[in-house]
Structures are given as structure tokens and as C-alpha cells.
């Protein structure tokens, strides 16, 4: 009996502590953590490719930088002045305290100055003002109309920037874990037709201590999945990586709802 090849990985986990998100959480319920979340829907078209809560698509900064902010379109009259607040992460993960600037007061297509030079990921950004139709805040380079360089956005009909990816904390201040994947599709009809979908996971364990110099170095899983899909590895993490999220389909497009939680524990 002949079968079709396929694809496939294995996986061995050492030196697990936790068995799910709520064991992780009970272990640490005395110390100071917070959780960063990410939660939002996209719609799959083929080979896996990048979550994207944003109308535009996100461009992460090669190195650290100045940002600036910006709307897509002139619109003084209802956002000119308005204050936007970021608090970001430098290139070592760094969480660096809240800044503010006020988009410009006779073109807010100019782009203002937000926090210093040394801007890497963003963490959290709102607006005082809801982003107007057709019409998103933009975070971006000095120079967004030339490159299109987009290191964040509040959506149109908004006034919060929605996360896409995950950035730890140094471990010299924090311990990041990976707690907590849930993808989930709606109900469609039942007509016959395949509904698989893909996900991918990129990260960078911590390196074990094993009693040899080890590096760190991103790992990417990768899942098929027909209706949902949940998954809490509880992976510690290396600091200053990221963690990146992937969506495909097997047979036809289809619209995913995906959460995710990095737990996030102050040493």
C-alpha cells in the first residue's frame, strides 16, 4: 500500500515547567507580570503570509530610528492638534515610557517627531481623536509618501493600534514565555469542500543551560488546521526577539480570528 509524501516536523521539549497557560500563570501569581496580547481577524489567501490587522502593511524598522506620525490625508478639521501616545521598545527590547506628540495644526499629512532616536517596535500607540474614514494615523519614517515605511497604524474608525507581533523584554529585567495560541474559523457551510488551514509560529527559545555556550537561534513550527486551533507551548523566550504569526489556506480563502498571549514576568 503506497502513500502520497507529505511534510512533517518533530518536536522535543526539554525542560518544560509548565504544562499549560493557567499552570504558568499559578507559578507566578505572586510576582509582578503582565500579559501582551494580541487578537484580531484576517482572511487567508494561499501560502501562509503575515498577519495584518492594518490597511496598510506593516514595515518593521532595520535598526533604531526616529518615528514620526502622520495621517494618510489632510485632515485638520477633525484630527489637526490631536495628541497621539506611544510607548515603544529599543532594538534590546526595552520598554521605554509613554511619549506624546500632536499631529500637525495646518497639515496633518506632516509628518511630527514622536519620542528619540531610538525607536525599534512599537508596544502600545492611541490617539485623543477616533481616525477618521479612509483616513488611519500613521507611524512612520521621516519620510512616509517616499517609502511607505509603516511601523504602525490606528485603523480607520479607530483610535488604538492593534499588535501583530510579540517583542520580549531583556533578561536581564524580565522572563518572556509564549503561553497561549488560539486560531479559530467560522462555521462555514457544508458543501464538501476541504476547509484546511495553515499556521505558523516563529521564536527564539531561551538557550538552555547546559554547561556549554549556547546561542539562540528562531525556531518556526508549523500546524494544519481545519476548524480551531489551540496551542500553549508556555516556551520561554530569548530577550530582544520577536515572535511572528503566519496564516495560510490548503484548498480556498477564509476569514481567522487568531489571540495570542506572552506572558511577561518582572525579575
Avoid at 518544560?16 to 503582565?34: A, C, T
Avoid at 501616545?85 to 509613554?98: R, S
Avoid at 532616536?117 to 500607540?125: G, L, P
Wanted: hydrophobic share 35%; with cysteine.
Amino acid at each position: 500500500m503506497a502513500v502520497t509524501h507529505g511534510v512533517g516536523h518533530s518536536r522535543v521539549l526539554e525542560k518544560r515547567r509548565f504544562e499549560d497557560y493557567k499552570s504558568l500563570k499559578q507559578h507566578y501569581q505572586n510576582s509582578n507580570i503582565e500579559e501582551v496580547i494580541i487578537s484580531g481577524t484576517t482572511t487567508t489567501d494561499g501560502a501562509l503570509a503575515e498577519i495584518c490587522f492594518c490597511d496598510n502593511v506593516i514595515d518593521y524598522a532595520g535598526a533604531e530610528c526616529q518615528a514620526y506620525i502622520r495621517t494618510e490625508q489632510d485632515d485638520v478639521a477633525i484630527q489637526g492638534e490631536k495628541y497621539v501616545y506611544l510607548q515603544y521598545q529599543d532594538d534590546t527590547g526595552e520598554v521605554k515610557a509613554w511619549v506624546t506628540a500632536d499631529l500637525n495644526d495646518t497639515n496633518t499629512t506632516t509628518e511630527v517627531a514622536i519620542g528619540s532616536t531610538d525607536f525599534y517596535r512599537a508596544r502600545q500607540m492611541y490617539s485623543e481623536v477616533v481616525s477618521s474614514a479612509n483616513d488611519a494615523i500613521i507611524l512612520c519614517d521621516a519620510d512616509w509618501g517616499g517609502a511607505d515605511d509603516t511601523y504602525a497604524e490606528i485603523r480607520d474608525g479607530e483610535s488604538k493600534f492593534s499588535l501583530e507581533r510579540f517583542f520580549t523584554q531583556p533578561d536581564s529585567t524580565h522572563r518572556s514565555y509564549l503561553a497561549y495560541i488560539k486560531l479559530h474559523v467560522p462555521e462555514m457551510d457544508h458543501d464538501g469542500a476541504t476547509s484546511g488551514h495553515i499556521f505558523s509560529v516563529t521564536y527564539t527559545p531561551k538557550p538552555l543551560n547546559g554547561g556549554e555556550a549556547q546561542v539562540a537561534a528562531a525556531i518556526t513550527e508549523e500546524f494544519y488546521f481545519s476548524r480551531e486551533l489551540v496551542f500553549e507551548p508556555c516556551y520561554e523566550l530569548d530577550g530582544g526577539t520577536e515572535v511572528i504569526f503566519k496564516v495560510g489556506d490548503v484548498d480556498s480563502a477564509g476569514v481567522i480570528h487568531l489571540e495570542a498571549v506572552l506572558v511577561e514576568v518582572l525579575l
